[in-house]
């Protein structure tokens, strides 16, 4: 099966502009998460979408926002955009595994640069 | 809130000496802990869990619940090994995880 995909791999954007993020999940994955990784922060749980609805969220303001469509793909939108909303923003994508537990497949993450 | 911290930034090793990466975690319930790996220039990748109580590549972890850590070892390090190790947790229903600051290996020949 092909891996996780996230489209674009780079993009520069400007402060205040917005931007928005996709990701493609392995074909049959339900559950698509999005992460942030900063080298202060870390990494940083932003939310998780599953069947379209947003079932975990991050401590995160309101200008980070997601949606999931009915073939499980998700984008993610950061509006009003922050110097310090540069980092690298991963998605991973999971289905029940043994054990009823989930294995979270990342893909190769998008790098945001706000200037 | 939940959290896990990783004290060593950067763990350096030679090759074919033990190496165990150290993991603590706060949380007061029944947690998933989980370690994942980045490798230079590919992604990263779960290496094990606990839930499933295997060994991959030669590393195992075991969880203590009453010391709160899930400490990975492996008794030979290969210089193969050298990446990026993150520490994380899942508590809730979902796939929200809680990762630690990371550890860097450096396996030396």
């Known amino acids: 099966k092909a891996g996780v995909t996230q489209t674009p791999r780079y993009l520069i954007k400007t402060r205040g502009q917005q931007v928005t993020l996709s990701c493609s999940p392995i074909?049959?994955?339900?559950?698509v998460s999005w992460y942030q990784q900063t080298p202060g922060q870390g990494l940083q749980f932003l939310f998780e979408?599953?069947?379209?609805?947003?079932?975990n969220k991050g401590n995160f303001p309101g200008r980070f926002s997601g949606r999931q469509f009915s073939n499980s793909r998700s984008e993610m939108n950061v509006s009003t955009l922050e110097l310090g909303d540069s980092a690298l923003y991963l998605c991973?994508?999971?289905?029940?595994?043994?054990?009823?537990?989930?294995?979270?497949?990342f893909g190769p993450g998008t790098r945001l640069t706000v200037l | 809130a939940q959290r896990v911290t990783q004290p060593e930034k950067l763990l350096s090793v030679f090759k074919g000496a033990p190496v165990e990466l150290k993991c603590n975690y706060s949380y007061s319930g029944s947690p998933e802990l989980f370690w994942y790996v980045q490798y230079s220039r590919q992604r990263l990748q779960l290496l094990l869990r606990?839930?499933s109580r295997e060994s991959i590549k030669g590393f195992t972890a075991d969880l203590n619940k009453g010391e709160t850590s899930f400490h990975l070892k492996k008794p030979f390090a290969q210089e193969e090994d050298s990446a990026m190790y993150y520490c994380?947790?899942?508590?809730?229903?979902?796939?929200?995880?809680?990762f630690g600051g990371g550890t860097r290996v450096l396996v030396k020949p």
């Open positions: 979408y599953f069947s379209e609805t947003q079932r």
């Open positions: 606990h839930i």
């Open positions: 994380a947790l899942k508590t809730a229903a979902g796939n929200k995880l809680t």
């Open positions: 074909s049959g994955h339900r559950s």
């Open positions: 991973a994508s999971s289905s029940l595994g043994e054990l009823n537990t989930d294995t979270q497949y």
